[in-house]
């Protein structure tokens, strides 16, 4: 099993360009999420999913939007990217049998907004 | 409010030498706390999940404690390979899909 992979690895983007982040699991996840990390900061949880075709806003969802097609796939949209934006965007996902609450990361992409 | 704390910020110890890794919360009740290892330009690897006070979890050099206000991450005889930043997350209940992570301790290990 490949668990979580995200792509791309690495982007730039220049304000006000638009770009997805794609994130796939392979685990039959039920719940997935979308974070950031900042340096000095915690992972922030920006949006996440509790099943296909659901979303639900998260700490910090401001200049994001989601969208959970299919039940592998959980992409993270930015319409126009700010450079508050660039950061380390990290995926994650959880099945959903109760007593399971650990969440698996992927690798991360690395965004800058110039 | 809802909050978890890592210390130290920074930690260097030298090949063998055993330290503890604290991480303080405060939740309105724990549903479980989380520990991830994170290598440099990586994702967080899953390493323990306790659920409640007293729980104990191990894994080679690592040992994972929990008590009703702090866990703590002991690492024992630790190797350059356990140079990391380890993370450490609260879940409340009641919150199924919201982890609360501290900043981090980033541990380097010296030969």
């Known amino acids: 099993n490949a668990g979580v992979t995200q792509t791309p690895k690495f982007r730039v983007l220049k304000t006000g360009q638009s770009m997805t982040l794609l994130c796939a699991q392979d685990?039959?996840?039920?719940?997935m999420y979308w974070y950031r990390q900042d340096p000095g900061m915690g992972l922030r949880l920006i949006h996440y999913?509790?099943?296909?075709?659901?979303?639900a806003k998260g700490e910090v969802p401001d200049g994001y939007n989601v969208s959970r097609l299919k039940k592998q796939n959980f992409l993270l949209g930015l319409e126009s990217a700010a450079p508050s934006q660039t950061s380390v965007y990290f995926c994650?996902?959880?099945?959903?049998?109760?007593?399971?609450?650990?969440?698996?990361f992927g690798p991360g992409t690395r965004l800058l907004v110039l | 409010e809802d909050q978890v704390t890592q210390s130290p910020e920074a930690l260097r110890l030298q090949e063998g030498e055993s330290s503890s890794l604290n991480c303080s919360y405060t939740?309105?009740?724990?549903?479980?706390l989380f520990w991830y290892r994170q290598d440099p330009g990586k994702g967080p690897e899953f390493l323990f999940t306790?659920?409640?006070a007293g729980e104990e979890k191990e894994k080679e050099r690592l040992k994972a404690t929990l008590t009703k206000k702090e866990s703590f991450l002991h690492i024992t005889a630790p190797k350059p390979e356990d140079s990391a930043t380890y993370l450490c997350?609260?879940?409340?209940?009641?919150?199924?899909?919201?982890?609360?992570f501290g900043t981090g301790t980033l541990l380097a290990v010296q030969p």
């Open positions: 999913s509790v099943g296909e075709g659901t979303t």
């Open positions: 685990m039959n996840h039920e719940y």
């Open positions: 939740v309105s009740g724990l549903r479980g």
């Open positions: 994650a996902s959880k099945t959903s049998t109760s007593g399971q609450e650990t969440q698996y």
């Open positions: 997350a609260v879940q409340a209940v009641g919150a199924t899909n919201k982890l609360i």
């Open positions: 306790l659920y409640s």
